[in-house]
């Protein structure tokens, strides 16, 4: 057993005050917790921050939400405004982990949360992220591929990222608010943005400065047209996404006007699917239109040996929402 410290954040500023190398914030732990038990993460001190940000949704310039990074996940996904304005992410939020999970998880928790790879997880492994420059498992034949990247993933790594409702904010646009030791002014992260691509250093996930507080996320006003999520999993509860799919999309007179699209469990950040927007906008809003939006998108893949049915899966998922969404 390792021991540690522990300290309560009263607010953002002691929280970001409290960071040292080799410390780390602690949300409900759902996550951290875990690693630190698996060996994975092995902070010398943790910062409580359940009380260093906003524990409340409020209601954001022009129509939009201001979502506290403390907000638990099952409190966002029963927010009637969220439920009735931004359905993409209440189904995201209720589609992850289960109620026991969802009522400690918290909302900047749940953005950080790290791979669930079995060789990050598994000390006895070669990873990358875990250990920079000791390789990567992944990559050995026969390595157990299922879960893994099949967009945008490099040499070094092919975790995937495995938060659902981070896929939803990245469809949604929404912008997350940080503050750090050195500036102590807020800045706001645009989404896609936060997560970043593995290129030759795994080991960031984001692009977070070390001590680097997440504050809160806002979501614009609601997008015009029709969202849902949509995820694959292997179990009904309980499991992370194989892929899923945050769709918005408005058509009018049979014609896409516009789209807003994001996959989960395929890269190493929620991956917008700029390709397939464009393919479709201005199309008649029909199943070959989709069909060519998702084949658009797809052409990017490289699947490592033992995960290409994720390609199809996406393909024919994406198509899916969207014919749901046009019906
Ligand atoms: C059995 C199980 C099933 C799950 N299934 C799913 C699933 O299907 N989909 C899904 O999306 N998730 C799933 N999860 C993951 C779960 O959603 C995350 O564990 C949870 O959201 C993390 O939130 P937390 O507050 O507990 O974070 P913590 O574990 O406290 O922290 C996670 C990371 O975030 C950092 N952190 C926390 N708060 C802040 C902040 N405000 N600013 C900066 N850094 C911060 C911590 O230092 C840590 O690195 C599952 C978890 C379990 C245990």
Redesign the pocket.
């Given at each position: 057993m390792r021991s540690f410290a522990y300290t309560r954040a009263a607010d953002g500023h002691e929280a970001v005050a409290a960071y040292r190398q080799g410390a780390?914030?602690?949300?409900?732990?759902?996550?951290?917790?875990?690693l630190m038990r698996l060996g994975v993460a092995t902070p010398d001190s943790l910062i409580d921050?359940t009380r260093a940000?906003s524990g409340q949704v409020d209601d954001g310039p022009g129509g939009g939400l201001l979502i506290g990074?403390a907000v638990r996940?099952s409190e966002l996904a029963a927010d009637l405004r969220v439920r009735e304005r931004y359905p993409v992410l209440a189904r995201a939020v209720l589609?992850?982990?289960?109620w026991q999970?969802r009522n400690?998880?918290?909302v900047?928790?749940?953005l950080?949360?790290?791979t669930r790879c079995p060789y990050f997880q598994d000390v006895l492994t070669a990873c990358n992220k875990r250990r920079p420059g000791s390789g990567c498992q992944a990559m050995a034949p026969g390595a157990e591929t299922a879960n893994l990247a099949i967009l945008g993933q490099s040499a070094a790594c092919a975790a995937t990222h495995?938060?659902?409702?981070a896929v939803a904010l990245t469809a949604l646009g929404a912008t997350v608010h940080v503050c750090g030791p050195d500036s102590r002014e807020e800045r706001g992260i645009p989404m896609p943005g936060l997560h970043r691509l593995p290129e030759t250093t795994p080991e960031r996930d984001t692009v977070l400065a070390p001590g680097?507080?997440?504050t809160a996320v806002e979501l614009p006003p609601p997008p015009p047209g029709r969202s849902t999520y949509r995820k694959v999993r292997e179990r009904a509860s309980?499991?992370?996404?194989l892929v899923s799919v945050a769709a918005v999309l408005e058509v009018a007179d049979g014609t896409v006007t516009s789209s807003r699209l994001a996959l989960g469990g395929v890269a190493h950040a929620p991956w917008r699917c700029h390709a397939a927007e464009q393919a479709m906008r201005g199309e008649p809003a029909t199943a070959d239109t989709y069909a060519g939006a998702a084949e658009a998108e797809l052409a990017a893949a490289r699947p490592l040996p033992g995960n290409e049915y994720k390609v199809t899966l996406a393909r024919n998922l994406i198509a899916a929402v969207l014919e749901e969404l046009t019906s």
């Amino acid at each position: 057993m390792r021991s540690f410290a522990y300290t309560r954040a009263a607010d953002g500023h002691e929280a970001v005050a409290a960071y040292r190398q080799g410390a780390a914030y602690l949300g409900g732990g759902t996550n951290l917790v875990d690693l630190m038990r698996l060996g994975v993460a092995t902070p010398d001190s943790l910062i409580d921050v359940t009380r260093a940000t906003s524990g409340q949704v409020d209601d954001g310039p022009g129509g939009g939400l201001l979502i506290g990074a403390a907000v638990r996940n099952s409190e966002l996904a029963a927010d009637l405004r969220v439920r009735e304005r931004y359905p993409v992410l209440a189904r995201a939020v209720l589609d992850g982990a289960s109620w026991q999970v969802r009522n400690m998880a918290t909302v900047g928790g749940n953005l950080l949360q790290r791979t669930r790879c079995p060789y990050f997880q598994d000390v006895l492994t070669a990873c990358n992220k875990r250990r920079p420059g000791s390789g990567c498992q992944a990559m050995a034949p026969g390595a157990e591929t299922a879960n893994l990247a099949i967009l945008g993933q490099s040499a070094a790594c092919a975790a995937t990222h495995p938060s659902d409702m981070a896929v939803a904010l990245t469809a949604l646009g929404a912008t997350v608010h940080v503050c750090g030791p050195d500036s102590r002014e807020e800045r706001g992260i645009p989404m896609p943005g936060l997560h970043r691509l593995p290129e030759t250093t795994p080991e960031r996930d984001t692009v977070l400065a070390p001590g680097e507080l997440i504050t809160a996320v806002e979501l614009p006003p609601p997008p015009p047209g029709r969202s849902t999520y949509r995820k694959v999993r292997e179990r009904a509860s309980f499991a992370f996404a194989l892929v899923s799919v945050a769709a918005v999309l408005e058509v009018a007179d049979g014609t896409v006007t516009s789209s807003r699209l994001a996959l989960g469990g395929v890269a190493h950040a929620p991956w917008r699917c700029h390709a397939a927007e464009q393919a479709m906008r201005g199309e008649p809003a029909t199943a070959d239109t989709y069909a060519g939006a998702a084949e658009a998108e797809l052409a990017a893949a490289r699947p490592l040996p033992g995960n290409e049915y994720k390609v199809t899966l996406a393909r024919n998922l994406i198509a899916a929402v969207l014919e749901e969404l046009t019906s």
